[in-house]
């Protein structure tokens, strides 16, 4: 059964930095693209960023330049590190997975697995 736990999440203010994680389990974690979703109140969940099984990364342009995605293999752990934070970045933030069954694309990556969510809240 794959599992994905995020945490990290939390309030600041504009300019700083949170670093979210994905705790994987029951996938094999190397193999495929992982990536950050968001979802802000009243606005569809839209892509932040995908990492593929070889390291290569895709942003969103609203996020480039400020936000990291990196992953260890040895700890099957997914980090999103987040900096000059802006308020329009506030959001229910989500890690993701790839899987054959999925419905959600994105850069190209089948997105199946779900974590539950971690909020991310930014104040001017």
């Known amino acids: 059964q794959v599992q994905l736990v995020e945490s990290g999440g939390g309030s600041v203010q504009a300019g700083g930095s949170l670093r979210l994680s994905c705790a994987v389990s029951?996938?094999?974690?190397?193999?495929?693209?992982m990536g950050w979703f968001r979802q802000a109140p009243g606005k569809e969940r839209e892509g932040v960023v995908v990492?593929?099984?070889?390291?290569?990364?895709s942003y969103a342009d609203s996020v480039k330049g400020r936000f990291t995605i990196s992953k260890d293999n040895a700890k099957n752990t997914l980090y999103l590190q987040m900096n000059s934070l802006k308020p329009e970045d506030t959001a229910m933030y989500y890690c993701?997975?790839?899987?054959?069954?999925?419905?959600?694309?994105?850069?190209?990556?089948?997105?199946?697995?779900w974590g539950q969510g971690t909020q991310v809240t930014v104040s001017s």
């Open positions: 990492i593929d099984s070889d390291g290569s990364t």
């Open positions: 993701a997975a790839e899987g054959p069954f999925g419905i959600t694309w994105y850069r190209g990556c089948q997105f199946e697995y």
């Open positions: 029951g996938y094999t974690y190397s193999r495929d693209c």
